[in-house]
Nanobody, 125 residues
C-alpha cells in the first residue's frame, strides 16, 4: 500500500446513510487488513471497524455494531464503510488504515502503519 484516499463523507440528517470508500494504491492491498477509525473534535481517535485481508472476519466497535458494515473489494483495491441509522454522535473525521498484521490490539491506532487523509462526516439532529 502506497497511498490511501478516503471519499464519500458529507452532511446527512440523523437516521440517514453514507457510504465511505477507501481507495488504495499498490498491488498488495489484498495482503493488508483494513480498518476504519474516527476522530471527533477534542477527542482521541477511536476504532470503528476492521476487516481482515480476505474479508473473512470483521470486527466492530460496540457503538456502531448493527448500524455500520465494513467490506472490501480486493480486485478494485478499495475498502468500504456503509453507515446506516447515523446519529449526531457519529460526527467525526473518518480515516481508513491498513496493517499487515493484527492481534488483540486491533483497536489501537498504533497497530496500523498506513493511513488515509480522512473524510469529514457530519450528522445533523
Amino acid at each position: 500500500v502506497q497511498l490511501m484516499v478516503e471519499s464519500g463523507g458529507g452532511l446527512v440528517q440523523a437516521g440517514g446513510s453514507l457510504r465511505l470508500s477507501c481507495a488504495a494504491s499498490g498491488r498488495t492491498f489484498s495482503s493488508y487488513h483494513m480498518a476504519w477509525f474516527r476522530q471527533a473534535p477534542g477527542k482521541e481517535r477511536e476504532f470503528v471497524a476492521l476487516i481482515t485481508w480476505s474479508g473473512g472476519s470483521t470486527y466492530y466497535a460496540d457503538s456502531v455494531k448493527g448500524r455500520f458494515t465494513i467490506s472490501r473489494d480486493n480486485a478494485k483495491n478499495t475498502g468500504y464503510l456503509q453507515m446506516n441509522s447515523l446519529k449526531p454522535e457519529d460526527t467525526a473525521v473518518y480515516y481508513c488504515a491498513a496493517s499487515t498484521y493484527y492481534g488483540s490490539n486491533y483497536r489501537s491506532s498504533g497497530t496500523y502503519a498506513y493511513w488515509g487523509q480522512g473524510t469529514q462526516v457530519t450528522v445533523s439532529s
